[in-house]
């Protein structure tokens, strides 16, 4: 069994986060240290670990993370001007939590893709 994360806790409500959306499936909160005037996170409820170990299981819930960010973009404001969605998976690609989750920013211009 994988090790949970404070994201468990924050879908469960057990600890304080800026929750923009919830459903059955899914969670968006804010981003604690935000990298753009939008920056949320969209997590599954259940707890994948990272992008590898994604199922075919998880395809109903990895679809609601899709459309949940376009309809938070649209709140937020940031559809037309544009944002990215970015998913960090283990060491090389950034992951420090192991729950996968979409980042949601914009609200400025972001520059290119990737540092160097
Ligand atoms: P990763 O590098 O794993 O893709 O991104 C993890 C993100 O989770 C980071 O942007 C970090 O700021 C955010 N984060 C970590 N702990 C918390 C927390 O307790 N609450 C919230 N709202 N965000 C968190």
Redesign the pocket.
Known sequence: MAEET?FSK?VRREIP?DIVYQDDLVTA?????PKAPTHV?IIPNHLIPTINDITEADETALGRMMSVAAKIAKEEGIDEDGYRLIM?CNEHG????FHI?M?LIGGRKLGPMLAK
Request: no cysteine; proline share 0%.
């Open positions: 404070i924050i986060s909160f804010r981003d604690i240290t996170l960090n950034g992951q420090e939590v989750h980042h």
